[in-house]
């Protein structure tokens, strides 16, 4: 497993329980060390074991996790680069949806050996989508849309869309999301500019 998952996983948890949580969770997963390296790989099992303590540690359950991580990953100051490479995607958030299916690709081209999920976008009306998620990170267990569910919530909120998601399980390795647009431009969204801020 890259070490980027691990090290996201480790900061989602300081920043949202902060320290302490961590702390415990490193104890209940008995590693020696309590940080990860970014560019780093480690085994899926170290992946497996960490949301295992964490899951427990919280006491609430992997997929529930794994969503919150998602809306971190896109929604908290900590993590600003990732919302900017996501919303590269589009002006809008279904133009944001089409764009979907190349971001295996773009986030190879900023981290080349970041193995992330295939994700193929459906269109079955106006509005009306789902999203399969095909991932072989066999750490995650058939949970990766989870994640998908928590970063797209995150994201519509980001375009100021309002949008019902639905997690609708998997088989075979490949999880299905389905995605109902509302209404695209329901409240204002985040401002976003393609240039970086310059102080």
Known sequence: MHG??????????RDIYGPQVWSNV???????SDNFETMLSYTDESTFVLLDSLSAELRRNRE?????????????????????????GGTTFQEFLHSLDDLHDRARLAVSDLELPHLELREHAPGKYSLNCSSNMQAFGPNFG???VGLLRAM??????????EHQGGQHGVE???????????AEGR?????????
């Open 64 to 88: 529930e996790i794994l969503e919150d991580l998602g809306t971190y990953l896109v929604s908290h100051k900590n993590v600003e680069a990732l919302r900017r490479l996501l919303r590269f």
């Open 156 to 165: 519509a909120d980001d375009y100021g869309s309002l949008v019902l998601l």
């Open 146 to 148: 989870h994640v998908m």
């Open 176 to 186: 299905t999301i389905s995605i109902d647009v509302l209404e695209s431009a329901f």
């Open 4 to 13: 980027l998952i691990n090290r996201s996983i480790q900061c989602f948890t």
């Open 191 to 199: 401002a976003f500019t393609l240039a970086d801020r310059v102080s």
């Open 26 to 32: 490193i104890v209940r997963a008995e590693f020696e």
